[in-house]
């Protein structure tokens, strides 16, 4: 079973631009949730789409957004990018099933770097 | 808000002694508590997770944790630690009834030295 892919692994952007994310979740799973790791701030929830509707929101700006297609990879994207958001972004992938005994398995991250 | 407190960012130990890596949460009527490792530039690994019933949950690689719900903590323990071992650990929690929007700990980084 193939696990959870999330391209390019390593991305370099100038402040100002903007910048496309992909993940593709694990197949089967509908839930696609999104995080940003600095060494600063931590892990801290970006959002999370189902069934291409976003479900859940974290505490971020509107330049940060993301959408989820019809065979539940995501995607998330950044405008006018700043230094703050160089980071890793995992996204995290899971059935999206209220129970609590699914759990959420990660990515291997993109390290965006903002010069 | 709900919250996940690690106390201690860095934890350094010697091959083969105990460990025990602390995390404390605040509060709530559900908790749901998970513990990750993150190895270099790779993504998060469940280690282990709490979502009811027994107070003591295991892992395959020898780690265990007790969720205790007086002391609001759910410690993470090795008896004995290999240098493979070394990694950050996150300690975490699900929000609202879900485990797909996560409140995580700072992190602690565990180092295994010979």
């Known amino acids: 079973k193939a696990g959870v892919t999330q391209t390019p692994r390593y991305l370099i952007k100038t402040r100002g631009q903007q910048v496309t994310l992909s993940c593709s979740p694990i197949?089967?799973?509908?839930?696609v949730s999104w995080y940003q790791q600095t060494p600063g701030q931590g892990l801290q929830f970006l959002f999370e789409?189902?069934?291409?509707?976003?479900?859940n929101k974290g505490n971020f700006p509107g330049r940060f957004s993301g959408r989820q297609f019809s065979n539940s990879r995501s995607e998330m994207n950044v405008s006018t990018l700043e230094l703050g958001d160089s980071a890793l972004y995992l996204c995290?992938?899971?059935?999206?099933?209220?129970?609590?005994?699914?759990?959420?398995?990660f990515g291997q991250g993109t390290r965006l770097t903002v010069v | 808000a709900q919250s996940v407190t690690q106390l201690d960012s860095q934890v350094p130990v010697f091959e083969e002694a105990p460990v025990e890596l602390r995390c404390n949460y605040s509060?709530?009527?559900?908790?749901?508590l998970f513990w990750y490792v993150q190895y270099p530039n790779q993504g998060l690994q469940l280690l282990l997770k709490?979502?009811?019933?027994?107070?003591l949950v295991e892992s395959i690689n020898g780690f265990e944790a007790e969720f205790n719900k007086s002391q609001t903590s759910f410690h993470l323990r090795k008896p004995s630690v290999h240098i493979s071992d070394t990694a950050e650990y996150f300690c975490?929690?699900?929000?609202?009834?879900?485990?797909?929007?996560?409140?995580f700990g700072k992190g602690t980084l565990l180092t295994v030295n010979p």
């Open positions: 975490a929690r699900g929000s609202g009834g879900s485990n797909y929007k996560l409140t």
């Open positions: 789409y189902f069934s291409e509707t976003q479900r």
């Open positions: 995290a992938s899971s059935s999206g099933q209220k129970e609590m005994n699914t759990e959420a398995f």
């Open positions: 509060s709530s009527v559900s908790v749901y």
């Open positions: 709490y979502l009811s019933g027994s107070t």
């Open positions: 197949s089967g799973h509908r839930s």
